[in-house]
């Protein structure tokens, strides 16, 4: 048994040194990409007053398949452009990697959604659109950390600073703002404005090996 977990563990370090060129240039677009939906939806979550804590909760939810159903598709071409399997065994790892929190957050969502409604306004509110987006937050950050064991190393910084900052703003409390700007304004700065940011550096560094 030992061995055959060796044996597994040296095959997705191989296989990971191999194709680190593939994971490097799929991982900017997919940064973009999250980061431009994520920054819409804020825009449009606030433009159309979705600031009910069940319309918000159930809006990002919804909003959270996107970034994830499209990665996963951008991944996958690569791979096929590149004549490289997609569901090879070190993707597999790095699912089951982002699978824990990601799961988390998935279920934390749903029970809110439900619960929310039933609850006194403020509490709804507190829960909704204050420490429930803290949480995706956090979560996420955790994800990217546990995914940056399996890919480059800057995937793990990226998630320390989603932790950091969804710890920070617990520790911050609640805001003197209106609420759904508040919880817009935060999901948009985390999930829009950080990865185009991390994606466009990906972008530029990955531009720059090239021509040198």
């Not at 563990?9 to 431009?36: D, N």
């Not at 993707?91 to 998935?106: E, H, I, S, Y």
């Not at 509490?123 to 996420?140: E, R, T």
């Amino acid at each position: 048994m030992a061995n055959d977990w060796a044996t597994e563990h040296l095959q997705v370090i191989r296989t990971l040194m191999e194709r680190a060129a593939i994971y490097r240039r799929a991982l900017a677009p997919v940064m973009l990409l999250t980061g431009s939906i994520g920054l819409l939806a804020a825009i449009l979550g606030w433009s159309f007053k979705i600031d009910s804590p069940r319309s918000f909760v159930g809006y990002w939810t919804s909003i959270s398949l996107l970034p994830l159903v499209g990665s996963y598709l951008m991944v996958r071409r690569q791979s096929l452009k590149d004549a490289e399997p997609f569901w090879s065994l070190p993707t597999r790892r790095v699912t089951q990697a982002l699978l824990p929190p990601l799961a988390v957050g998935f279920i934390a969502s749903v029970i809110s959604f439900f619960h929310v409604g039933t609850a006194e306004a403020n509490i709804a509110n507190v829960i909704g659109k204050l420490w429930l987006p803290i949480g995706w937050i956090i979560l996420y950050g955790c994800a990217l950390h546990a995914a940056g064991f399996f890919m480059r190393r800057g995937i793990k910084l990226f998630g320390w600073i989603f932790i950091a900052g969804g710890c920070g703003l617990f520790a911050l409390g609640i805001p003197d703002v209106p609420r759904p700007l508040y919880a817009h304004g935060v999901m948009g700065f985390f999930f829009g404005v950080l990865h185009l940011a991390y994606g466009t550096y990906l972008y530029f560094t990955e531009k720059a090996k090239n021509e040198a």
